[in-house]
T-cell receptor, first 116, second 111 residues
Framework: NAGVMQNPRHLVRRRGQEARLRCSPMKGHSHVYWYRQLPEEGLKFMVYLQKENIIDESGMPKERFSAEFPKEGPSILRIQQVVRGDSAAYFC??????????????FGDGTRLSIL | GDSVTQMEGPVTLSEEAFLTINCTYTATGYPSLFWYVQYPGEGLQLLLKATKADDKGSNKGFEATYRKETTSFHLEKGSVQVSDSAVYFCAPGGSARQLTFGSGTQLTVLP
């Protein structure tokens, strides 16, 4: 199965620690998106990346959050000095390079982040 | 930016009942429209899509028609099953463009 792979599935951190969430896109996909889902809510866009470039980070909090998608390896969402309000499910999605309308995003199963 | 208004849930139906989940949107340009489904503890799965006005997306008995004049993309199914119980999300967007999600509609189908 060459779907979007996220790890870890569950991550527990104490306040003030760092959280690193990884996402490997589907084979052949070069666009990666990160979304956050709070309990009982829909997904909120955070950031959109292509290889080595951040295209749109309009949904990313200005402090403590960063994302990268290096030339080699998975995309990383990094949260520094976590706080209780960061507890959520973080989903990664990918789509292909091919342009044109109708290209859906394919989602991973998410990382559930819990802050103690 | 884009926005979505989705029928609030939860929705509870008996098996074989008819399902409609309303979705209206505002968006810049001419987005593609998607319905995603989320089962407990999982990510979102693409259910169906439509890429231009009057297109009908369909999959697994679900249908939705891209109505540009009413900016709507209502989801329908003629006969629901217990296995359809999940949360359903409507979203305008597409490749190279963020998806904008509504709050989702929880569907429970009783046997």
């Amino acid at each position: 199965n060459a779907g979007v792979m996220q790890n870890p599935r569950h991550l527990v951190r104490r306040r003030g620690q760092e959280a690193r969430l990884r996402c490997s896109p589907m084979k052949g996909h070069s666009h990666v998106y990160w979304y956050r889902q709070l309990p009982e809510e829909g997904l909120k866009f955070m950031v959109y990346l292509q290889k080595e470039n951040i295209i749109d980070e309009s949904g990313m909090p200005k402090e403590r959050f960063s994302a990268e998608f290096p030339k080699e390896g998975p995309s990383i969402l990094r949260i520094q000095q976590v706080v209780r309000g960061d507890s959520a499910a973080y989903f990664c999605a990918s789509s292909p390079q091919k342009k044109g309308v109708g290209q859906p995003q394919h989602f991973g199963d998410g990382t559930r982040l819990s802050i103690l | 930016g884009d926005s979505v208004t989705q029928m609030e849930g939860p929705v509870t139906l008996s098996e074989e009942a008819f399902l409609t989940i309303n979705c209206t949107y505002t968006a810049t340009g001419y987005p593609s429209l998607f319905w995603y489904v989320q089962y407990p503890g999982e990510g979102l799965q693409l259910l169906l899509k439509a890429t231009k006005a009057d297109d009908k997306g369909s999959n697994k008995g679900f249908e939705a028609t891209y109505r540009k004049e009413t900016t709507s993309f209502h989801l329908e199914k003629g006969s629901v099953q217990v296995s359809d119980s999940a949360v359903y999300f409507c979203a305008p967007g597409g490749s190279a463009r963020q998806l904008t999600f509504g709050s989702g509609t929880q569907l429970t189908v009783l046997p």
